[in-house]
């Protein structure tokens, strides 16, 4: 791993993950606010490690490898254990981890073809609203009515920007010329 600093909070955000956890599983509003905020600092880091490997020209090798293994697995961790605390339908995690795997599998086999897709601003949206949506279950419970929708929203625009990420790579995989 070269050291940097992008990389470094990386590291740091898959390092947070399981302090996160374990605040949730206290059960106490205590813990959640300390558990919210430890997502709300990893979450944090998912923006500024990327802007930061930008602007000062230290995108590397692991760091496109690891900045996306570490937001799905906060993510994932997040919503499991929201599963388990009874925060969240397990039905809503699996339709935001399958979307997730979904496409990141696809992204691999595009990258096989020689394809790099690039995420979508929806994509961007996608993230922004899951990320707050899940802070939110995490700060608060019981979960009132409000952030009930709040959750259906996140899953609509989750299955959305699915789709439109599909259609986009269909698109891509059309326009590129197949050996032959």
């Known amino acids: 791993m070269p050291a940097n600093l992008p990389n470094v909070l990386t590291v740091a955000r898959i390092l947070l993950v399981p302090l996160m956890v374990f605040a949730l599983l206290q059960k106490t509003t205590t813990w959640d606010v300390i558990a919210a905020f430890v997502f709300w600092l990893a979450s944090v ?3 500024v490690d990327g802007w930061l490997a930008r602007r000062s020209e230290l995108v590397s090798d692991f760091g496109k490898l690891a900045d996306p293994i570490a937001d799905k697995l906060l993510v994932l961790a997040a919503l499991a254990t929201l599963v388990a605390l009874d925060r969240v339908a397990l039905w809503v995690a699996i339709v935001v981890v399958g979307r997730e795997l ?57 299955l959305y920007s699915g789709a439109d990420y599909f259609v986009g790579l269909r698109r ?3 326009q590129t010329p197949t050996a032959g």
């Not at 700060?139 to 959750?151: E, N, T």
């Not at 259906?152 to 625009?157: F, G, K, L, Q, T």
């Open 45 to 47: 880091t998912d923006f």
């Open 102 to 158: 979904a496409v990141t599998l696809s992204r691999v086999v595009a990258a096989q073809h020689g394809d790099v897709i690039a995420a979508a601003w929806l994509g961007k949206v996608k993230t922004v609203v899951q990320l707050l949506v899940i802070f939110l279950l995490i700060l608060i419970a019981p979960v009132p009515l409000w952030l009930d929708l709040l959750v259906y929203a996140m899953v609509a625009i989750t």
């Open 172 to 174: 891509t995989m059309r």
